[in-house]
C-alpha cells in the first residue's frame, strides 16, 4: 500500500448535467482526498496540450472540441494507490462496458463524453498536476 496522488477532471458533459455534487461524493465515499480543486474554461491550446499523447487519432479534434465546450473542475485526489483504486472507480472510456457502480456507468452519455478523466501512470499523473496546479494550490 502507498499513499499516491492522481489527477482528476470532472468534464463538460457532467458539469453541464449538474453531475458535479454527485460524483464528488462517489469520489469521497471511496476514501480518496480532494486536495485541490478548480474550476476552469480550458483553451483550445490548453486541451490540446493535456491531451497531445492522441494527437493524430481521429478522435483527437472532436475530443478538443468537446473538451472546450464548457467549463470542467481539474482536482488532485490522494489515497491509497489513488491512480488504480480511481481508475477503477471510473469505470472504463466506454460506458457500454463499465462495471455497475462505476462513474462512467452512472453518468457517462458515450465513450467521448464520459464524465470523468483520471490518470493512467505515476508518469502521467505527476505530468498533469504539474500541468494545472501550482505547489501553493495543493492543500495536503
Ligand atoms: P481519460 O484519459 O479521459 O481518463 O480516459 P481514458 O484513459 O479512459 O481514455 P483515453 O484512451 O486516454 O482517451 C481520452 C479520452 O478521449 C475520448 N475518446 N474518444 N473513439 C473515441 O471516440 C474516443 N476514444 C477516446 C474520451 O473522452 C476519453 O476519455
Ligand atoms: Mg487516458
Known sequence: MSIERTFSIVKPDAIKRQLFGQIE???ESKGLKIIAGKFLQLSQEQAEG???EH???EFYAPLVEYMT???????????????TAYRELMGTTN??????????????????ENSVHGSDSQESATREIEYFFQPSEICA
Not at 69 to 83: D, H, M, R, T, Y
Not at 95 to 112: D, H, N, Q, W, Y
Open 25 to 27: 461524493a462517489t469520489i
Open 69 to 83: 465546450s464548457g467549463p470542467v473542475f481539474v482536482q488532485i485526489l490522494e489515497g491509497e494507490n489513488a491512480i
Open 95 to 112: 460506458p457500454e462496458t463499465a462495471a455497475e457502480g462505476t462513474i462512467r456507468k452512472l453518468f457517462a452519455v458515450s465513450m467521448r
Open 50 to 52: 493535456f491531451y497531445a
Open 55 to 57: 494527437e493524430g487519432r
